[in-house]
């Protein structure tokens, strides 16, 4: 994954209320949770969670699907995935110093 899609990431999960937003998704699995759940739980305007959730949706971290006329919020694990890999993949590999 490239690091202009993984900063993407980062800068949206870097907004208080877009990463409460995202870790209630997360909780809610790969079954995802209507956005009017997440607009009670959270005590969001609806206009404002809107926003929120097209900024975590572009970023690639979030999907919508519609049943009838419930919209329901998922978390794109493999993408977020993706994002923790990154941050993980060389931890310590530059650690000379390395306790016995």
């Not at 900063?7 to 079954?31: C, D, M, N």
């Amino acid at each position: 994954m490239n690091i202009e899609v993984i900063a993407k990431a980062l800068k949206e999960l870097g907004h208080p209320t877009r990463l409460a937003i995202f870790k209630r998704l997360v909780k809610s699995g790969y079954q995802g949770v209507a956005v009017g759940v997440v607009q009670e739980e959270l005590n969001i305007p609806g206009s404002t969670l809107s926003h929120h959730i097209s900024s975590l949706a572009s970023a690639g971290l979030i999907t919508q699907r519609r049943e009838g006329r419930v919209l329901y919020c998922v978390v794109e694990y493999d993408q977020f995935l993706q994002v923790i890999d990154f941050l993980q993949d060389e931890c310590c590999a530059g650690d000379l110093h390395q306790s016995v």
